[in-house]
């Protein structure tokens, strides 16, 4: 089991940039993919991004171009660089990792995919 913890949620306004960090203990790093997901009121909740590698990466369209997903395997991080927000995109952030290390980025847009979770994050775009 892995324990993760995210954080760098905010209150920002519609066109701005925020950068969530999500730190990860408790298991071997760099073999499994990793996550995020959001979720808004009312909403099921929703991938964001995977990363495996800097090779095995994977956006959803309402996100391509505006997010990136990077990982320091050195710090146990992973990262979601989030440009030109909209108001669309508040919602609390959950990072997650993949239960399996044969799991990819790609792999990770299923949530039955993610082994364990983080406590989420806000974040609230204003319009």
């Known amino acids: 089991q892995v324990q993760l913890v995210e954080s760098g949620g905010g209150l920002v306004q519609a066109g701005g940039s925020l950068r969530l960090s999500c730190a990860a203990s408790g298991r071997a790093f760099s073999s499994y993919a990793m996550g995020w997901f959001r979720q808004a009121p009312g909403k099921e909740r929703e991938f964001v991004a995977g990363i495996k590698s800097a090779a095995n990466i994977y956006y959803p369209d309402p996100v391509k171009g505006r997010f990136t997903i990077s990982r320091d395997n050195a710090k146990n991080t992973v990262y979601l660089q989030m440009n030109s927000l909209k108001p669309e995109d508040t919602a609390v952030y959950y990072c997650?990792?993949?239960?399996?290390?044969?799991?990819?980025?790609?792999?990770?847009?299923?949530?039955?995919?993610?082994?364990?979770w983080g406590q989420g994050t806000q974040v609230t775009v204003s319009s």
């Open positions: 997650a990792a993949a239960r399996s290390a044969i799991i990819t980025a790609q792999g990770m847009a299923e949530p039955r995919n993610a082994g364990s």
